[in-house]
């Protein structure tokens, strides 16, 4: 008996090991990553043509003032102990202050982010929603008229400029036809009514139960997140069916057949079943893309997120606004390919 | 009356380079017997036998007088009647069971939905029944294969699992598509034994499609030889070595033999009019 | 006997005579494929008429690009004289359109010779080389895949100032690192095969293995990438025109154009519309001739 016991203790670990490992070799690489993420904005920000001091100080402050914030900013130590100070700086949440409003620029992105988030994920969501069923039936219906419509509709998402397509639709939609709000996240008449909890409007409205901001801030919403939802419906329906076709023609397939399952139990029980975590993968790569996409369309419409943030920064020279954006973005980034490929490791039997 | 008759069967394919026609207008029966049909690859003999579950797909077309199931012609039959035709009648078991189980589900849910799909009966019984399978094809711990991935069993298990599966909703007839081709040579026997034992047990009709001549002849009680999408030769598995078409005589001559042996094996030579000479019936 | 052959059955021989003749030879089977392939022939022809338009664009464009008239501003669509109409500043659209075919190829031509030059050194050296140099360059090219592309190219330009040859520069060095990983998976297998070892038994020296042996081999599905990418390089400089980060006026960069337009967009929408469908087309070029390329060069990867 007690052997028994011991027996399957010692296979439950050995199962769970080779598994941990990964996780950590994983994990310890994305660090590697980080850093280096770190090191390259730390190198743009020292390239800069601008001098940093001088945009404190400003031009007219004497020699002493100037040398003080020289030393104040460790600009005398040497390049790698202004890494680590920087390093320092970043692992605490401090991107130093905007030169600008003369703000911590944590603060910025932290109020900022919230509304990128808010389109970036309504996006995802449309493209998820239309794009995975497209795809799919466009690869189990191969060379149908689907497959064809659902192959444009690709072709054009990768080859359209947004910022042109979020110009296009303003005018249409918002200029000619008027079904759906203009620039911005509301219109005045609805700003700052419901309190801010998440930054998030369409949550925060619906949990103050204020359903005409909603309504306002859907309306503002609907034709930019549609915009990045169609991006990244053109490719995650590609995938998709590349994933499914490739499913599509395995052995496993047909013995389903033989079993006597409907095409629809085939294709939804066994064949998509197999794509799950593939799919997961390509969803957290679109979501990376579209929180970057986001920059050209946060501008078209005037929305006050992340890209509007950093490209309003890049305008005005103001550094240290530009690389928080870049390295906060950077790391979302880098946190999502973390966490499809920990899925994969989880979710996938043979990966363990 | 037979099992299933075969009548004039076409399986044909339109690529850009013309129609290929796979198996050219065959015809056999079977009753509660062992079929055998051989024939190296691209004769057709995979092909024959999803034409009969009707699993060719498009753009492929399958042309048939009849392929009666008991007298029902399974070409009349909805694409819905034929599912339940699929798995409760007839069923197939295929060359590599690391294709042909489903990787990311357990074992024990890919034999459970098919007795599910054609017993309403609620998960419990299924899982009884299931495990009965189980210890019927010889898996001496089914609880704990029930719960593993198919590739954490080996290729012999994974087929007697496959074996399991298939003859799980019990039909009457089951087409057997190389199943042993993949295997180890040393687990091979096992697994047709298994096979063989549960195929008698149960007085079913079994169709078992390879390249092995002599495995054929072993475990089957009649031959039907393809070649080019025809039957050229119909014997019995035991007179197989009187057989008399040259395409037979040049496979029989091709193999060592332990009994006889020789210096040099005979090479196929092949002959043009094989394949344009009609087909044998292969009536029983 | 072979004076009575035409070029076409010389080009189609089953028996090539010398390597030329068989390189010419597979050449000429894989355009035959892709002249079958009608979207692919149409992204070609579109590509060759952009070409044509900006090698003679003095000839072709009715007005000079850059010459204002403020009498005569935000013509529409139709006007006389002015096919699409005219800017802001009175400047012709359809000429301002035709001179940008010549930034648009310049900044393409120039991004698909930097990147995919780069990403191919550096992924067959690490793939041939292997070891630390393996680990360390692949390490590099992570942490610029990590990046997210646009963001990384404005970090770039506004380090580097704003300007063409800078966006040329940041595009590029977000372009690279897919095209190091691509050769240096292509090279892994390479190394591995047998005629690499007959070649290094023979005395090769590594650098005549990598330039005369794997190069060669990992450029087709380097072309097909590249012209993939293309689309998206042209957007993303497009991108940074219109963020104002690439060409400076008054250059007539496609999508500064829109930058422009964009002020007026609801009253005189021809402004931003044509330089947008001029992207649009020539991206979509690229997009169904990398297509096309792709089932031709790389059948493996061919999506029909």
């Known amino acids: 008996m007690a052997l028994t016991e011991n027996t399957r203790e010692r296979r439950v670990r050995a199962s769970l090991a080779p598994w941990l490992k990964g996780v950590l070799v994983a994990l310890g690489s994305v660090s590697i990553t980080m850093l280096g993420l770190l090191f390259v904005t730390f190198v743009i920000g020292r390239v800069m043509p601008i001098d940093p001091v001088l945009a404190i100080v400003g031009e007219r402050a004497s020699q002493s003032t100037y040398d003080a914030v020289y030393e104040q900013l460790g600009l005398d130590k040497p390049l790698l102990v202004q890494f680590l100070y920087y390093l320092w700086d970043v692992l605490h949440g401090d991107f130093g202050m905007s030169l600008l409003n003369a703000r911590p620029v944590s603060e910025d992105i932290a109020r900022v982010f919230p509304a990128t988030l808010e389109l970036a994920t309504l996006g995802t969501l449309i493209g998820v929603l239309l794009g995975v069923p497209l795809g799919v039936i466009a690869a189990v219906r191969r060379g149908s008229w689907i497959d064809q419509i659902a192959r444009v509709v690709a072709l054009v998402g990768y080859s359209m400029p947004i910022f042109w397509l979020g110009l296009m639709g303003l005018l249409v939609f918002y200029g000619v036809l008027g079904w759906v709000g203009g620039p911005g996240r509301l219109d005045i008449f609805y700003q700052d009514i419901v309190p801010s909890r998440t930054g998030m409007i369409l949550i925060d409205s619906a949990i103050a139960g204020d359903w005409g901001v909603f309504r306002n801030a859907f309306s503002h919403i609907i034709l930019p997140a549609t915009l990045l939802g169609y991006y990244s419906l053109a490719y995650i329906s590609r995938m998709t069916r590349s994933f499914m076709l490739e499913q599509m023609s395995a052995e496993y397939v047909t013995t389903a057949r033989v079993k006597g399952m409907s095409e629809r139990q085939v294709i939804w029980g066994h064949a998509f079943r197999n794509i799950r975590v593939q799919l997961i993968t390509v969803i957290a790569l679109s979501y990376a893309n579209l929180l970057e996409g986001s920059v050209l369309t946060e501008i078209i419409f005037s929305w006050p997120g992340i890209g509007s943030y950093i490209t309003t920064a890049l305008l005005s020279a103001d550094m240290n606004a530009v690389l928080g954006g870049t390295v906060v973005v950077g790391l979302i980034f880098i946190c999502l390919n973390l966490f499809s490929d920990l899925l994969y490791r989880v979710f996938d039997p043979r990966s363990k | ?284 | ?304």
């Not at chain 2, 007839?90 to 799909?117: C, H, T, W």
């Not at chain 2, 599966?165 to 089951?174: C, S």
Request: net charge neutral.
């Open chain 2, 1 to 284: 009356m037979n099992l299933l008759d075969v009548e004039n069967l076409w399986v044909k394919f339109p690529t850009r380079q013309g129609v290929v026609e796979a198996v050219r207008g065959i015809s056999f029966s079977l009753g509660r017997e062992r079929l055998g049909i051989v024939g190296e690859s691209g004769s057709g003999k995979s092909m024959t036998g999803r034409a009969i579950l009707r699993l060719i797909r498009p753009p492929g077309m399958i042309e048939a007088d009849r392929i009666a199931l008991e007298g029902q012609n399974l070409l009349d039959l909805s694409e819905k009647d034929m599912r339940t035709v699929r798995g409760e009648r007839i069923s197939m078991v295929m060359q590599d069971p690391k294709f042909s189980l489903n990787p990311v589900m357990r074992v024990g849910d890919q034999i459970m939905e098919a007795y599910l799909l054609h017993n309403k009966v609620g998960k419990a019984e299924a899982r009884k029944r299931s495990l009965e399978m189980l210890d019927a094809v010889s898996i001496r711990d089914p609880e704990r294969v029930m719960r593993a991935y198919p590739h954490e069993v080996s290729g012999g298990m994974g087929q007697r699992i496959m074996i399991a599966m298939m003859l799980i909703p019990n039909p009457q007839i089951l087409i057997a598509d190389e199943p042993t081709s993949a295997l180890d040579v040393s687990v091979q026997r096992q697994v047709l034994n298994i096979m063989d034992d549960l195929v008698k047990q149960r007085g079913m009709g079994l169709i078992f499609i390879s390249h092995d001549l002599n495995l054929v002849s072993e475990f089957c009680d009649r031959v039907l030889i393809m070649y080019a999408g025809r039957i050229v030769e119909v014997c019995d598995a035991d007179k197989l070595h009187q057989a008399t078409h040259p395409y037979t005589r040049g496979l029989l001559n091709s193999l060592p033999r332990l009994d006889q042996p020789r210096a040099k094996l005979e090479v196929l030579s092949r002959d043009p009019a094989w394949s344009e000479a009609p087909s044998v019936g292969g009536r029983a």
């Open chain 3, 1 to 304: 006997m072979s004076e009575t052959l035409t070029l076409r059955q010389w080009l189609l021989t089953d028996e090539p005579t010398s390597r030329r003749h068989a390189r010419l030879a597979s050449l000429y089977k894989g355009w035959l494929t892709l002249r079958g392939n009608t979207m692919a022939m149409f992204g070609l022809g579109i590509l060759v008429a952009l070409v044509l338009m900006a090698l003679f664009a003095p000839l072709i464009a009715p007005h000079d690009p850059y010459v204002q008239n403020l009498g005569n501003r935000l013509q529409p669509l139709g006007s006389p004289g002015h096919p699409f109409g005219t800017d802001s500043l009175g400047r012709d659209i359809l000429s301002r359109l035709i001179y940008g075919s010549r930034i648009t190829l310049y900044i393409v031509t120039l991004v698909a010779l930097i990147a995919p030059v780069a990403g191919l050194l550096v992924g067959t050296v690490a793939g041939y080389v292997g070891g630390w140099v393996d680990v360390i360059l692949m390490r590099v090219t992570d942490i610029f895949l990590a990046f997210p592309r646009l963001v990384l190219a404005l970090a770039f330009v506004a380090a580097l100032g704003a300007g063409i040859e800078n966006a040329v520069l940041a595009i590029s060095l977000t372009a690279w690192p897919p095209y190091a990983r691509m050769a240096r998976a292509e090279t892994l297998t390479i190394r591995a095969s047998d005629y690499i070892s007959a070649v290094r038994l023979q005395g090769a020296s590594p650098v005549r293995i990598i330039t005369r042996h794997i190069w060669p081999l990992c450029i087709s599905s380097l072309i097909v990438r590249v012209t993939l990418d293309m689309a998206g390089i042209i957007l993303a400089a497009a991108g940074l025109g219109f963020l104002g980060l690439g060409a400076q006026p008054p250059s007539p960069e496609w999508g500064a154009m829109i930058s422009e337009g964009r002020r007026f967009i609801l009253d005189h929408w021809w402004v931003a519309t044509m330089p947008g469908l001029a992207i649009f087309t020539v991206s979509l070029a690229f997009n169904l001739l990398g297509d096309g390329l792709r089932d031709v060069l790389d059948p493996k990867e061919g999506s029909q």
